[in-house]
């Protein structure tokens, strides 16, 4: 009796975050209310309160219920290659891609995290987990980074913290861009294509392709008339 309650309980807690995954994504977050929750899964605000405390906790177990799969595709990467990082780390963000193609709560999860929420409010607490996510994926990418660098598979005098911070505003970037208009471009194929001549460029760090900027150069940004490769214009 116990087990069937229990199994119950899992079922009102799934059906309530649908609703809020529909709804969320219907009107977004904020023009949400726990009552609307509540009409839309047909129960009571108490069965709602009675699984969660408020709207934030509600967006976040939502989220986390999108994000499992691509935890576990990543740690099975981790140990089908432990080898092999910088194929892991390509393996591990293509399936985030894939993910966001083919599986539908995945996609409607991160719709929503990017284009229905504000961070007002009650749901300021959903701002702070979104940093907390955002700074556990850059140092998971960075990990890798410092895993390929040791394997010799990188030089030793890359920054992986900013290869890091790059290789995920890219994933991001092209995932935000893809859910505006899925039909613009192949997610999947302009992803691989990216991100791989990302990673094969990191290469590149060891022999500068460009010298770097110097301050006076630096100086320009912005100026009008701007300058033109360190020098200014001519008249």
Request: glycine fraction near 4%; charge should be negative.
């Amino acid at each position: 009796m116990v087990r069937k309650t229990k199994q119950e309980a899992l079922e009102t807690r799934e059906k309530i975050l649908d609703a809020a995954e529909t709804l969320f994504q219907r009107r977004g977050v904020s023009r949400t209310s726990l009552q609307d929750i509540a009409t839309e899964a047909q129960l009571t605000r108490g069965a709602i309160y009675w699984h969660f405390k408020d709207k934030a906790e509600m967006f976040n177990a939502m989220m986390e219920r999108a994000k499992m799969p691509l935890e576990q595709a990543r740690d099975a990467a981790r140990l089908a290659r432990p080898d092999a990082p910088l194929e892991h780390l390509r393996w591990s963000l293509l399936n985030a891609l894939h993910s966001t193609v083919h599986n539908e709560r995945t996609r409607r999860a991160f719709e929503i995290a990017m284009h229905r929420v504000e961070y007002v409010d009650e749901l300021l607490a959903v701002r702070d987990r979104h940093l907390a996510n955002r700074n556990h994926g850059l140092d998971v990418i960075e990990d890798g980074f410092k895993d390929a660098v040791a394997a010799g598979q990188l030089p030793k005098t890359l920054n992986t913290r900013t290869a890091a911070v790059t290789l995920l505003a890219m994933a991001d970037g092209l995932i935000q861009n893809w859910i505006l208009d899925p039909t613009s471009f192949d997610l999947m194929e302009v992803g691989q294509e990216a991100m791989e001549a990302f990673l094969n460029s990191l290469h590149a760090t060891e022999r500068k392709l460009l010298p770097p900027l110097k301050p006076e150069e630096l100086a320009c940004l912005g100026s009008a008339p701007l300058c033109r490769f360190g020098k200014p214009d001519e008249e």
